[in-house]
């Protein structure tokens, strides 16, 4: 019996969408007597967005494992995503009592819960418990913590605080992290009338990820409307230039946008704003659609982009 094999082809088949292979792993795993099959079990049901069930397979789980704190980790997750809150932090602060447990964690998911509940008070004091002792936790707790504040109507204190996360920023962070904190900080100060500033850091949070509020701010300030305009759909293709991409070699990408335009050559200008400055000149629209002919009443701009599509050319 090699439980460790079983883990890994539970994963792999959860990582292919090949649920009823990693159900049936995760029930062998689960029948060996380890806590990890009742997290992957949970996962699969998860994943095809049974919500229920993967909640009973996780109180089955604690109830034989109750030391085992991913599980009331994940069961914290899962009730909050089902709209189960009270029960969501009961979760989140037994996990906390365990050994082995991350406290930053716990208290920065916990806020999360609060605020979903619509407590913005109690989930910045949640928040407060956050030590920082790992930084991409700390830049997290800043982002959730300057969203609050701008929900709240205090710009003020949301601009310190996405400072203050950005402050943190050091070399390894992931760039979705970051562009969330300019954003917040964009916002801030549009609220405080600060538009200049406020449309220089939506940019910056755009160069590290198409972050919807950013994009949303620079439709706003900009404020170009047209009687012609339409809402496109584009799949748009580009080279790449860079060696690597996600840790493999990439020739070029393909990536979906929406966005508000007169015309064809209107939406692509628009949308190589969005990308890399070294890929402007070699984007082209593969395909098009016109979702709504007469979007007079928006503002030009990007509306949503995908992530990218890698690929990589092959020789004959």
């Not at 082809?9 to 159900?23: C, G, H, S, T, W």
């Not at 208290?107 to 979903?116: P, Q």
Request: proline content about 4%; some cysteine; charged content about 30%.
């Amino acid at each position: 019996m090699d439980v460790q094999k079983w883990i890994e082809e539970a994963q792999e088949a959860l990582e292919e969408r090949d649920y009823r292979r990693a159900q049936r792993v995760a029930e062998r795993i689960i029948g060996a007597r380890h806590s990890y099959g009742f997290e992957l079990l949970a996962r699969v049901f998860q994943e095809q967005d049974n919500l229920p069930r993967a909640i009973a397979v996780l109180q089955e789980g604690v109830a034989k494992a109750p030391r085992a704190w991913p599980l009331w980790m994940l069961l914290g997750e899962l009730r909050s995503d089902h709209g189960e809150y009270d029960q969501a932090l009961l979760a989140y602060d037994t996990a906390l009592a365990l050994p082995g447990v991350d406290a930053d964690e716990v208290h920065l998911n916990a806020a999360i819960v609060h605020d979903r509940a619509g407590r913005p008070e109690d989930a910045l004091m949640r928040l407060h418990e956050v030590r920082g002792s790992n930084p991409e936790l700390a830049i997290q707790a800043a982002r959730v913590r300057a969203q609050i504040l701008l929900d709240t109507e205090r710009p003020d204190a949301a601009a310190a605080a996405a400072r203050a996360g950005l402050a943190l920023v050091t070399e390894g962070i992931p760039e979705s992290d970051i562009a969330p904190l300019y954003a917040a900080l964009a916002k801030a100060l549009w609220l405080k009338g600060e538009v200049e500033p406020a449309l220089h850091y939506a940019w910056e949070a755009v160069e590290h990820h198409a972050e919807e509020t950013a994009l949303w701010l620079i439709r706003e300030i900009e404020g170009e409307y047209s009687d012609s305009a339409k809402y496109f759909r584009i799949l748009v293709h580009g080279r790449w230039y860079l060696e690597e991409a996600e840790g493999e070699h990439v020739d070029g990408f393909w990536r979906k946008y929406d966005v508000v335009a007169d015309d064809e050559e209107e939406a692509m200008r628009l949308i190589a704003r969005i990308e890399r400055e070294d890929v402007r000149d070699t984007l082209r629209s593969d395909e098009l659609e016109i979702v709504d002919p007469d979007a007079s009443d928006q503002p030009k701009g990007v509306y949503w982009c995908s992530g990218y599509a890698f690929y990589e050319e092959r020789e004959e």
